[in-house]
């Protein structure tokens, strides 16, 4: 069975959110929601999704992020998920099995606690329980502290694609498999053109930690 891939957006809070949704060609089993981490975007998962032909995969950028990054604030777990469900409430679903990794994870249980009519089950990916924040660490420097080296490329600049493509390549999970699927979410997460190529989320979006 194949499975066929569009982009949609849909309204929230300030503005237009974009998901991609991949759509059997008969009727689905059922719909999944895939939740993509702090600073990625639905480029995380399209290889999850072809590996459930059957149903009807729906997987958000979330705001401040992807082609969602214009949304405004706020972009805390509340805001994200009243963002989901409204795209659950757009694409006509329910309820459906939501997967999310790392602060995805944080958003799908807030979904699950603020809308749990949504959620007909939820699946946690290294993420989804309060952070305790390290003694002396303000809440602004906690994303710096637990994140480290994804969230200093946020305020990096690139030449060109391949630049970009060459800063992925050397991390010891890609540097000897990067393959068509990680390409293709290196090049969309760059935006603006070239010698001055940055990462569609920015350190201002990604700064919200689920902490407690």
């Known amino acids: 069975m194949t499975t066929q891939q569009s982009t949609i957006t849909c309204p929230v809070d300030g503005g237009e959110l974009t998901a991609a949704v991949w759509q ?28 459930f032909p ?31 469900n409204a795209l659950l409430a757009a694409t006509g679903t329910d309820s459906a099995l939501v997967v999310g990794h790392s602060m995805g994870a944080f958003v799908a249980t807030t979904l699950a606690a603020q809308f749990p009519e949504r959620v007909s089950g939820l699946l946690l990916i290294d993420g989804g329980l309060p952070i305790p924040a390290p003694a002396g660490v303000s809440m602004e420097d906690l994303p710096q502290v637990i994140l480290g080296p994804a969230v200093d490329r946020l305020s990096m600049t690139f030449e060109n694609r391949e630049s970009y493509q060459d800063f992925w390549r050397v991390h010891p999970a890609f540097a000897d498999d990067f393959t068509e699927a990680i390409r293709d979410y290196v090049d969309y997460d760059l935006v603006a053109p070239p010698p001055s190529c940055t990462p569609r989320a920015t350190w201002r979006r990604s700064v919200s930690m689920p902490c407690n």
């Open 24 to 51: 059997p060609e008969t009727e689905p089993r059922g719909t999944i929601l895939l939740i993509h981490g702090i600073s990625a975007s639905h480029r995380s998962w399209p290889l999850v999704a072809k590996a």
């Open 54 to 84: 059957e149903y009807r995969v729906i997987a958000p950028d979330l705001r401040g992020r992807g082609a969602s990054r214009d949304l405004p604030a706020p972009f805390g777990m509340p805001q994200h998920a009243k963002d989901m």
